[in-house]
Structures are given as structure tokens and as C-alpha cells.
């Protein structure tokens, strides 16, 4: 998934704006954007949304932010969204593998009542949101088989410093975030798992937007989260392979897999080692997952 846009559970017409969005993803919001006086009714809004969309032959991929573990809502938000079978949930405030088994837990014992598959949900999850979630980071790896990605947030981590901002005034990530960034992206890749990106709140600043987007596919981010439909183009154009990329990887594939025993090839006088065999493969991957046939559920 290149795009992932956050809509409020609460308003059914943003949601059903968001279908038209673009976005890879839609992630149905019940935490940080419901105040606590509406979540019995973004819940139910939730419920009726997921049910009206969930069979359409295309549509996004679907996930629903649910309240945190330690916040006790999450109970009631799995009773109404299970239902109405979502591809996967979205936990906050996670800390660690033993957030993930617990989220886990829960989400079977709905399914079993639901009769869904097990496993059938997945879980991607937000993993540095508290201070205590930084030191718990490399924990993922084997936790569960529904862990389908990790994510990161700043917002919720400079309130529990107690910073008064996460980024300089150019807009850039400070040293805390930056090391929350960084602990994301190797959790993920120690677990196997695709790494997304934050979201950038100042959706009215493309130009800086764009330039965070292009950073985090340098770095190894497979997408990144939006909080405002604008935003859903630029991803999806930064995160979605160039064509010389893609003949270029190809290439690369193709090589080894002529000279199978070779631990280096060369194309067009430059040489090419294993690792660049991996990284041509998954850019291959990502590219495939690009194509329009592929905006399905679990696409």
C-alpha cells in the first residue's frame, strides 16, 4: 500500500468522499478524531460503512483505527467492526509484540463468534506513540501472524514528552522523532513487514510534503499515511516506481537468473551484487502491487 488516508469513523460523508480519494487504503478512524461524547456513534457509523463497502468488487483496502488497549474502548470497538469483517485493524499506542498477541487474542475470539476465518483480520500497528513502545521496538518479529505493517507517530509522543513541537520551524523532524522514525523502519524490517511513513499535518505546504514523501521511499518506507484527500496524489505518484526503475530491476532479475551461481552481474559496464538483487525484487514487487487490478481487498 502506497497511500493510506485517515477519515473520521464519525462523518459518513467523508467516508464515503474517501472512496473516490485514490487512496490505497482507507483507515476509519475511531480514536484520536472522535471525541469520547461520540464513540458510540462513529462505532455505529463504522459498522454501516464497512458493510455497505466491504463486498464492491474494487474498492480500498480497509482498515479501522481502534481505541488504544489501555483506554478500555477497544472492546466495544471490536464488537461493532468485526461484524462487518474489515481487512485489518489499526492499533495504536502499541508497545511491543505483547500489544500485538493481546490485540490478537481479542480479534480471534470475534471471529470465532462471527464465523470468520482466523487470522482473517490483520493488524498493523502504530509502535511509537509512548515513550515506553521505543524500547519495545525490536519485539514485533513473530508476535503474530495477523501483523501485516508497522507505522509511527510524533503526535502523540511529543505530548508525552512534553515538547512543545516535533519539527524546527522548516518543518522538519526534531532528534526524538527522527530516532522514532528510524526504530520504526528497522522494527519493520526485523519483522518482516512493510514500513509507512506519518503523516505530515500542514497538508496546505505540498512542496515540503513532497520532499518527506521522497525521503521515506528513499529510506526504505513503502507508503505513507494522509489526513486529507489532497495529499493521496503525491503519494501514490512518489511511491509508485518509475518505469526506468522498473526495467531496471527487471533487468537485474533477469541476470541472476541467467547466471544463478553468480554472486555478481554486469549490465551495461556497472556491477550488480546480491543485495542489489533484493532491492531490484521488492521494487518489482511494489510495482505489481501499483496496478490498478490489484485495488482489491488484501490488494
Same mark, same amino acid.
Given at each position: 500500500m502506497?497511500?493510506?488516508?485517515?477519515? $473520521?469513523?464519525?462523518?459518513?460523508? /467523508? =467516508?464515503?468522499?474517501?472512496?473516490?480519494?485514490?487512496?490505497?487504503a482507507?483507515?476509519?478512524?475511531?480514536?484520536?478524531?472522535?471525541?469520547?461524547?461520540?464513540k458510540?456513534?462513529?462505532? *455505529?457509523?463504522?459498522?454501516?460503512?464497512?458493510k455497505?463497502?466491504?463486498?464492491?468488487?474494487?474498492?480500498?483496502?480497509?482498515?479501522?483505527?481502534v481505541?488504544?488497549l489501555? +483506554?478500555?474502548?477497544?472492546?466495544a470497538?471490536?464488537?461493532?467492526?468485526?461484524? @462487518?469483517?474489515?481487512?485489518a485493524?489499526?492499533? $495504536?499506542?502499541?508497545?511491543?509484540?505483547?500489544?500485538?498477541?493481546?490485540?490478537?487474542?481479542?480479534?480471534?475470539?470475534?471471529?470465532?463468534t462471527?464465523?470468520?476465518?482466523?487470522?482473517?483480520? /490483520?493488524?498493523? %500497528?502504530i509502535a #511509537?506513540e +509512548?515513550?515506553?513502545?521505543?524500547? =519495545?521496538?525490536? #519485539?514485533?518479529?513473530?508476535?503474530? /501472524?495477523?501483523?501485516?505493517a508497522?507505522?509511527?507517530?510524533?503526535?502523540?509522543?511529543?505530548?508525552?514528552?512534553?515538547a512543545?513541537?516535533?519539527?524546527?520551524t522548516?518543518?522538519v523532524?526534531?532528534?526524538?522523532?527522527?530516532?522514532?522514525?528510524?526504530?520504526? =523502519? +528497522?522494527?519493520a524490517?526485523?519483522?518482516?513487514v512493510?514500513?509507512?511513513? #506519518?503523516?505530515?499535518?500542514?497538508?496546505?505546504d #505540498?512542496?515540503?510534503?513532497?520532499?518527506?514523501? @521522497?525521503?521515506?521511499?528513499?529510506?526504505?518506507f513503502?507508503?505513507? &499515511?494522509?489526513?486529507?484527500p489532497?495529499?493521496?496524489?503525491?503519494?501514490?505518484?512518489?511511491?509508485t $516506481?518509475?518505469?526506468?526503475a522498473v526495467? *531496471?530491476? *527487471?533487468?537485474?532479475?533477469?541476470?541472476?537468473?541467467?547466471? $544463478?551461481?553468480?554472486?555478481?552481474?554486469g549490465?551495461?559496464? =556497472? &556491477?550488480?551484487?546480491?543485495?542489489?538483487?533484493v532491492?531490484?525484487?521488492?521494487?518489482?514487487?511494489?510495482? %505489481? &502491487?501499483?496496478?490498478?487490478?490489484?485495488?482489491?481487498?488484501?490488494?
Amino acid at each position: 500500500m502506497r497511500s493510506l488516508l485517515f477519515v $473520521p469513523a464519525d462523518s459518513p460523508k /467523508k =467516508l464515503d468522499k474517501a472512496m473516490t480519494s485514490g487512496a490505497d487504503a482507507l483507515i476509519v478512524d475511531l480514536e484520536d478524531s472522535v471525541a469520547h461524547s461520540g464513540k458510540a456513534r462513529a462505532r *455505529q457509523s463504522a459498522a454501516a460503512f464497512l458493510k455497505e463497502v466491504g463486498g464492491a468488487k474494487t474498492r480500498p483496502y480497509l482498515l479501522v483505527r481502534v481505541n488504544s488497549l489501555k +483506554t478500555g474502548l477497544i472492546d466495544a470497538d471490536l464488537d461493532a467492526i468485526v461484524p @462487518g469483517n474489515p481487512d485489518a485493524i489499526m492499533l $495504536p499506542k502499541a508497545e511491543g509484540g505483547a500489544s500485538v498477541v493481546h490485540a490478537d487474542a481479542k480479534l480471534a475470539a470475534r471471529e470465532a463468534t462471527n464465523g470468520l476465518p482466523d487470522g482473517h483480520i /490483520k493488524i498493523a %500497528a502504530i509502535a #511509537t506513540e +509512548t515513550a515506553a513502545a521505543l524500547f =519495545l521496538a525490536g #519485539t514485533y518479529a513473530g508476535a503474530s /501472524k495477523r501483523l501485516s505493517a508497522l507505522t509511527w507517530g510524533a503526535e502523540d509522543l511529543s505530548a508525552e514528552l512534553g515538547a512543545e513541537s516535533n519539527r524546527d520551524t522548516e518543518g522538519v523532524l526534531l532528534d526524538p522523532y527522527r530516532l522514532a522514525r528510524a526504530l520504526c =523502519l +528497522t522494527a519493520a524490517a526485523a519483522a518482516g513487514v512493510p514500513a509507512i511513513d #506519518t503523516v505530515f499535518v500542514d497538508f496546505s505546504d #505540498t512542496e515540503a510534503f513532497r520532499r518527506e514523501c @521522497g525521503a521515506a521511499r528513499r529510506d526504505g518506507f513503502s507508503g505513507k &499515511m494522509a489526513i486529507h484527500p489532497v495529499q493521496v496524489p503525491i503519494i501514490n505518484a512518489i511511491f509508485t $516506481p518509475a518505469p526506468d526503475a522498473v526495467r *531496471q530491476a *527487471q533487468a537485474i532479475v533477469d541476470a541472476f537468473a541467467a547466471s $544463478p551461481d553468480a554472486g555478481v552481474v554486469g549490465i551495461g559496464g =556497472l &556491477m550488480y551484487d546480491r543485495p542489489h538483487l533484493v532491492r531490484a525484487k521488492r521494487l518489482l514487487e511494489r510495482a %505489481a &502491487m501499483t496496478k490498478p487490478d490489484r485495488r482489491r481487498r488484501g490488494g
